[in-house]
T-cell receptor
Framework: DSGVTQTPKHLITATGQRVTLRCSPRSGDLSVYWYQQSLDQGLQFLIHYYNGEERAKGNILERFSAQQFPDLHSELNLSSLELGDSALYFC????????????????FGPGTRLTVL | AQKVTQAQTEISVVEKEDVTLDCVYETRDTTYYLFWYKQPPSGELVFLIRRNSFDEQNEISGRYSWNFQKSTSSFNFTITASQVVDSAVYFCALNRNAGNMLTFGGGTRLMVKP
């Protein structure tokens, strides 16, 4: 158990709908990352929040948005859903790695499997 | 730009065989971290190891070992005496110094048959 929680575990919805995925990071971790795993694109970074502020954006569509709240949980909002948005969405909780360099160690939640019909 | 390549998309072995999963990376950063994650059929991503670019020592953990060679930009993963429970998709990833997000390879699906 990584200590990162994600809800819901599964989500089935229709095209055109809007959904919200929720993530709670490990206690003490200020960073939250969102990744999408799809069959054709693999594992891709979407967005990174640190202590409530957006820090980096990856291949995130304009129809998608995220935020991190004062209690550090994060939500990923997906709107105007398309069939191609069906994927496994992971949240990762991050903390700085001690040692040379400035990388982050990331622990992944169990993921939310989104199916768009 | 960063890139991680796992050329082997699928490997099938018989139990007790040794197997090596290849990972080649590209980065312009001088300091970086490399990771391996395991994704079993249940779907979660399980952290296996991280290695920083300053440390080229190989590492062994039980039946798992990792060979990091900066000169060839490779970070290969070997499972000795494979078991059926090792069946999973394995991902190699790169964490750049400044950006902090992970760049993943395409993954290698390992099937260990009894």
């Amino acid at each position: 158990d990584s200590g990162v929680t994600q809800t819901p575990k599964h989500l089935i919805t229709a095209t055109g709908q809007r959904v919200t995925l929720r993530c709670s990071p490990r206690s003490g971790d200020l960073s939250v990352y969102w990744y999408q795993q799809s069959l054709d694109q693999g594992l891709q970074f979407l967005i990174h929040y640190y202590n409530g502020e957006e820090r980096a954006k990856g291949n995130i569509l304009e129809r998608f948005s995220a935020q991190q709240f004062p209690d550090l949980h994060s939500e990923l909002n997906l709107s105007s859903l398309e069939l191609g948005d069906s994927a496994l969405y992971f949240c990762a909780s991050g903390r700085p790695i001690t040692g040379p360099g400035r990388g982050n160690e990331q622990f992944f939640g169990p993921g939310t499997r989104l199916t768009v019909l | 730009a960063q890139k991680v390549t796992q050329a082997q998309t699928e490997i099938s072995v018989v139990e007790k065989e040794d197997v090596t999963l290849d990972c080649v990376y590209e980065t312009r950063d001088t300091t970086y971290y490399l990771f391996w994650y395991k994704q079993p059929p249940s779907g979660e991503l399980v952290f296996l190891i991280r290695r920083n670019s300053f440390d080229e020592q190989n590492e062994i953990s039980g039946r798992y070992s990792w060979n990091f060679q900066k000169s060839t930009s490779s970070f290969n993963f070997t499972i000795t005496a494979s078991q059926v429970v090792d069946s999973a998709v394995y991902f190699c990833a790169l964490n750049r110094n400044a950006g902090n997000m992970l760049t993943f390879g395409g993954g290698t699906r390992l099937m260990v048959k009894p």
